[in-house]
């Protein structure tokens, strides 16, 4: 890999590890309240819906970006197989610790259920190019405003649609949210573009370390909760 092409790919790691290090702060203050801490309501209060709204939002439009860059130039089918293979078995293994856990809370289609269809469904859009936008926007505005009893069965649940919010600890529908994927397709060569305009020069540790977490998201997403409520209990 050349020197400006490492550049360009550390930047949006960097990013990817700007949305990781918020999405664990806020399960940090999540585990805070669960295991009784503090007393934040993470399921009406404004505050927290809004903050996992922004964290969700920039770290699914990453993935947008991120399977574009993969995918851009061909797709592996071997490589694309693989990943999905990891992803769901990351999917299963959350779904089966949440209902040892928390029981009816379980999560069920949370985001790592997401990005793994996500990163399927994803393949058929890559060189869509301006059309991203557009279904991506529906996609947004149908998933938000729309409600259909039929999906709130829960065979369909994952689809979105519903008329409740159902009772899980993660939920992560494909509707609205893999808009913002389709949104991440069509920015990705804008990305790209700003990435390329990196100042050259040695890289920051700040920048170096953030491209590090990004590189390596899945892996602190699984580990980050277990070592969080394993050292929160040992103060409970």
């Not at 399977?67 to 293994?93: H, M, Q, S, T, Y």
């Not at 890559?126 to 039929?150: C, Q, T």
């Not at 920015?187 to 100042?199: D, E, G, Y």
Request: charged share 15%.
């Amino acid at each position: 890999m050349s020197t400006a092409t490492s550049r360009r790919l550390n930047r949006i790691d960097a990013l990817r590890g700007g949305a990781i290090i918020a999405m664990v702060l806020f399960h940090f203050f999540f585990d805070l309240s669960f295991l009784g801490f503090t007393d934040s309501d993470f399921y009406n209060d404004p505050f927290w819906l809004h903050a996992r709204t922004v964290i969700l939002s920039s770290f699914l439009f990453l993935v947008g970006v991120s399977l574009w860059l993969a995918n851009r130039e061909g797709i592996d089918p071997v490589r694309v197989l693989k990943r999905f293979g990891v992803l769901i078995g990351c999917a299963l293994l959350i779904s089966a610790a949440t209902l040892w856990m928390v029981g009816d809370r379980f999560v069920f289609f949370g985001v790592i259920h997401f990005i793994a269809l996500a990163n399927l469904l994803g393949l058929l859009f890559v060189n869509a190019g301006k059309l991203n936008l557009v279904v991506g926007a529906v996609f947004l505005i149908l998933g938000n405003l729309a409600e259909f009893s039929w999906f709130d069965n829960p065979g369909w649940r994952w689809i979105g649609l519903m008329t409740f919010k159902p009772l899980t600890n993660d939920y992560v529908p494909l509707l609205p949210w893999f808009g913002l994927v389709l949104i991440g397709l069509y920015a990705a060569p804008r990305v790209l573009a700003w990435a390329r305009k990196s100042p050259t020069g040695k890289v920051s540790g700040v920048e170096s370390a953030l491209a590090g977490m990004g590189r390596h998201s899945l892996l602190i997403y699984m580990l980050h909760q277990p070592l969080l409520v394993g050292v929160l209990l040992l103060f409970q």
